[in-house]
């Protein structure tokens, strides 16, 4: 079972900030937090990954909680091109150096022009 | 291009013929996996590898096989399609030392009739 919760959906204007909640109460203290989409029928698309620390990439920026129990991914400036089912996951490295995926049902953000 | 390649992209096929989807990855990926997904139940794992010669069921592996005989290349065997099987199947692969996230394929749509 996806060991995160979030929004079944939610809308955002066109040029505006997307912030995505996520929630991963359980999360272990090796987890990191991983933020996919997909749009429509396509792979999915890695964005960003945390484990303590905000991260900023090209793509967004990844806001962690002090006591790591939820997380919002943000998109700056939203476009129609980010409509897309974002999936928020939880996974600890393996001991070779990769993890696991378990996708949950994720959010469907709908940019609205 | 970096890419995760899969063929076919669409295929229809009958119960019972054999049938296999490439999937070939040009980073020199370790780690390689499969996946489908299907309305209402979100994408699966089925199997993965980490690396050559080296693989392990995932969440869903009944009526799959798979190979890892070269590095760059993780094909799905059906050795006996069922109309069960019928989804959009996801090769992705990563590079087990990076610390990045997945590159996924584009998707092969599998119906068995």
């Known amino acids: 079972d996806a060991k995160t919760t979030q929004p079944p959906s939610m809308d955002c204007a066109e040029g505006r900030a997307a912030n995505l909640p996520c929630n991963h109460s359980?999360?272990?203290?090796?987890?990191?937090v991983y933020w996919y989409r997909q749009i429509h029928s396509q792979g999915p698309q890695y964005i960003i990954h945390?484990?303590?620390n905000n991260e900023t990439n090209e793509m967004a920026s990844l806001i962690i909680t002090e006591d790591r129990k939820s997380s919002t991914l943000i998109l700056p400036h939203a476009t129609l091109r980010d409509t897309a089912v974002y999936y928020c996951?939880?996974?600890?490295?393996?001991?070779?150096?990769?993890?696991?995926?378990?996708f949950g049902k994720g959010t469907k953000l709908s940019v609205i022009p | 291009e970096a890419q995760v390649t899969q063929n076919p992209r669409y295929l229809i096929t009958v119960t019972g013929k054999k049938l296999t989807v490439t999937c070939s990855q040009n980073?020199?990926?370790?780690?390689m996996s499969w996946y489908r997904q299907d309305p209402g139940l979100g994408l699966r794992q089925i199997y993965y590898?980490?690396?050559?010669?080296?693989?392990d069921k995932g969440d869903v592996p009944e009526g799959y096989k798979v190979s890892r005989k070269e590095k760059r290349n993780f094909p799905l065997i059906l050795e006996s399609p069922s109309p069960n099987q019928t989804s959009l199947y996801f090769c992705?692969?990563?590079?087990?030392?990076?610390?990045?996230?997945?590159?996924f394929g584009s998707g092969t749509r599998l119906t068995v009739v």
């Open positions: 992705a692969s990563r590079d087990s030392g990076t610390g990045h996230g997945y590159t």
């Open positions: 359980t999360i272990s203290g090796n987890e990191y």
């Open positions: 945390g484990l303590k």
């Open positions: 996951i939880v996974s600890v490295s393996s001991g070779a150096g990769s993890y696991q995926l378990t």
């Open positions: 980073m020199n990926h370790e780690y």
């Open positions: 590898s980490m690396n050559v010669e080296v693989t």
